[in-house]
Structure formats: structure tokens, C-alpha cells
T-cell receptor, first 115, second 112 residues
């Protein structure tokens, strides 16, 4: 089975540009999570979806960040406009049932560099 | 509020030494799950173990073992006879009724 697939693996962009990160969860999983990893703040949960519905977006840093899940097999995380402090590794993860008890399967991450 | 504390930022050992990574958690949930994940230098996050709050049995998997003590809110991870391939960042995580919260991680360096 294919795992969680994220694209692109690396993204380099200039400040002010729009960035879109993509995620395909494991087929059949109904919970999807976006995490951000930085040296200073570690792994932070940005938002999670259950059955394509955003459940908790309290971790989204500010209005420049938005996430969508139009169907069970695709999610995007958009940053507009991007800033250098958004540079981080962004992970997408999915789980098979209720978020709490199920282990998360992580994608390989997107390394974002905003210059 | 939920919180996971991994007090050890970095640990350095020589191969074949045993090493224990500490994890202390806080939660008001009566039902919760605890996890350990490994992040090798390649960057991916690899699931190691899940434990629910009602199961305090210790678990052993090869050179890895986990000690869950509800009385002290701890879920420690021991690697026996460490190997260079164990070098990684190890994260402890806690999940209640909704989301998974990670600790800051412990960077383990195993030297030959």
C-alpha cells in the first residue's frame, strides 16, 4: 500500500509568493493532519480534518495559512503571502479512525524555504 | 491542557550502552494514548509504539522496551545495547479525545 504522499518534497520560494503544499492520505483513512516542524517550536499541529471536515484549526498561525480537504483523497495547505519565518518542514499525516487512538502515518514532509 | 515533556534535549552514548529516554505527560483526559516516534536523519517520522491509558503493562520489542507508569505520568523508552543506527530524534506524543501532541524530542547520538 502506498503511504501518505506529499508534494513537493522541496519548495524554495521568495517572500510574498503563494505556496501550496499537497497531501494524499492513505486510502480509507478518514483523519488528516498537517504539522509543521521547526527547530524552535518542534512539531506543531496546524489543523486536522475528520471525514474531510476541519475539526480543529487552532494551530494555524495566522490568516495567511489556509487548508482544504475537498475530498477524502486530497488536501492542500496554502500560505499566501509567504514569509521567511514560514520556512519549515511541513508534514501531512493520516489515521484510520478517531484521531486519538489511531497511530498517525506520516508523509515524507515538504521542506519549505522562503527567501 | 495536554502537555508532553521530554527533558533530555540530547543524549550521547557509545555503542552497546543502554539508554533511557524520559517522557512525562500531563492530561485531564481519563482515556488517552501515548506514542513514541523515531525521526532518523533522513527526516521521516516512524511509529514505534502506542499505549492506551488502561494498559500499564511494559512492552519489549527486541532491543526496545517501554515503561508506562500512570502514577508518575511517565512513559519512558529504553534502548538496550544501542547501535549507531539508533541515532535519531525520538518523540513522545500524547493523544486525548482529539489531537496528537508531541514533546520537543530527544536527539540520541550513538557513537561507534
Amino acid at each position: 500500500d502506498a503511504g501518505v504522499i506529499q508534494s513537493p518534497r522541496h519548495e524554495v520560494t521568495e517572500m510574498g509568493q503563494e505556496v501550496t503544499l499537497r497531501c494524499k492520505p492513505i486510502s480509507g483513512h478518514n483523519s488528516l493532519f498537517w504539522y509543521r516542524q521547526t527547530m524552535m517550536r518542534g512539531l506543531e499541529l496546524l489543523i486536522y480534518f475528520n471525514n474531510n471536515v476541519p475539526i480543529d484549526d487552532s494551530g494555524m498561525p495566522e490568516d495567511r495559512f489556509s487548508a482544504k480537504m475537498p475530498n477524502a483523497s486530497f488536501s492542500t495547505l496554502k500560505i499566501q503571502p509567504s514569509e521567511p519565518r514560514d520556512s519549515a518542514v511541513y508534514f501531512c499525516a493520516s489515521s484510520g479512525d478517531r484521531a486519538s487512538g489511531e497511530k498517525l502515518f506520516f508523509g515524507s514532509g515538504t521542506q519549505l524555504s522562503v527567501l | 491542557a495536554q502537555k508532553v515533556t521530554q527533558a533530555q534535549t540530547e543524549i550521547s552514548v557509545v555503542e552497546k550502552e543502554d539508554v533511557t529516554l524520559d517522557c512525562v505527560y500531563e492530561t485531564r483526559d481519563t482515556t488517552y494514548y501515548l506514542f513514541w516516534y523515531k525521526q532518523p536523519p533522513s527526516g521521516e517520522l516512524v511509529f514505534l509504539i502506542r499505549r492506551n491509558s488502561f494498559d500499564e503493562q511494559n512492552e519489549i520489542s527486541g532491543r526496545y522496551s517501554w515503561n508506562f507508569q500512570k502514577s508518575t505520568s511517565s512513559f519512558n523508552f529504553t534502548i538496550t545495547a544501542s547501535q549507531v543506527v539508533d541515532s535519531a530524534v525520538y518523540f513522545c506524543a500524547l493523544s486525548g479525545y482529539n489531537k496528537l501532541i508531541f514533546g520537543a524530542g530527544t536527539r540520541l547520538a550513538v557513537h561507534p
